[in-house]
């Protein structure tokens, strides 16, 4: 049979279904370029309008102004640019870092967890920061709520400031022992974007010098999603 019978034998509605079956892949093929080409350019929207709104706290500056700050009973300490105070009474361990947030959004601090540690010798400055920067932060649920929010808009200066009232506490014998040895503590900060996501975990440490002023430096950040430092 010549290649024209051949032709001449396939019927036109199998010529039609193929030539519609053909049509539609191409189509299928090309709707699926164009869905995930719009989910790619989402994605992008979307991180782009994240990274507007993301908050980071780092320390004030050194030539940041004082700060007065007030507890709920009335107690009031004085915080300098780049330092922090740290005051422990019979009745409460009282805590300030001055801070500023140099990322792109509202700062909006929630929780908060704090460690002492063993005798600190100055001289072992760079050793101390790097050890407890490597370490992880606790569960979220084990840190301490603020008896308020606290805020901190972009490109401004704010404070977090904390309070232990319980003297049968564990760790308010600790915090307090701390502050009066003068012995470093670690304090990691949670707070997150005016959205209440990209919760963030900022370590600071507050070092004593001096003998009665207490400076503050950043250790790590970290996503509270999968706990890894960006």
């Known amino acids: 049979m010549t290649a024209w019978g051949t032709l001449a034998s396939v019927s036109w509605d199998t010529l039609a279904s193929a030539a519609t079956a053909l049509g539609t892949l ?20 979307e991180v782009a309008l994240m990274a507007g709104i993301k908050p980071l706290l780092l320390p004030s500056h050194m030539d940041d ?21 740290a005051e422990a009474t019979a009745d409460a361990v009282y805590l300030v870092v001055s801070l500023r947030n140099v990322g792109n959004g509202l700062a909006i601090l929630d929780r908060w967890d704090l460690t002492p540690h063993d005798v600190f010798d100055p001289a072992d400055a760079a050793e101390f920061v790097d050890r407890a920067s490597q370490r992880r932060p606790r569960q979220v649920a084990q840190f301490r709520r603020l008896s308020r929010a606290l ?25 307090s022992e701390a502050v009066v040895d003068r012995r470093a503590l670690t304090l990691d900060l949670l707070y997150s974007d005016v959205q209440g996501g990209q919760m963030t975990i900022s370590r600071f440490t507050l070092r004593p010098v001096g ?20």
């Not at 093929?29 to 995930?36: I, M």
């Not at 102004?65 to 105070?85: I, L, N, R, T, Y």
């Open 151 to 175: 805020y901190i808009p972009t490109g401004e200066l704010g404070f977090w400031h904390g309070a232990l009232r319980d003297p049968s506490e564990e760790l308010f014998k600790f915090a």
């Open 211 to 230: 003998e009665d002023r207490w400076l503050t430096t950043i250790g790590r950040h970290f996503d509270v999603d999968d706990r890894s430092s960006r």
């Open 26 to 45: 191409v189509l299928a093929l090309a709707t699926f370029s164009v869905v995930r080409s719009g989910r790619r350019s989402a994605v992008a929207t």
């Open 65 to 85: 102004p004082d700060q007065k700050v007030s507890f709920a009973d009335e107690h009031w300490v004085h915080v300098g640019g780049g330092m922090a105070a």
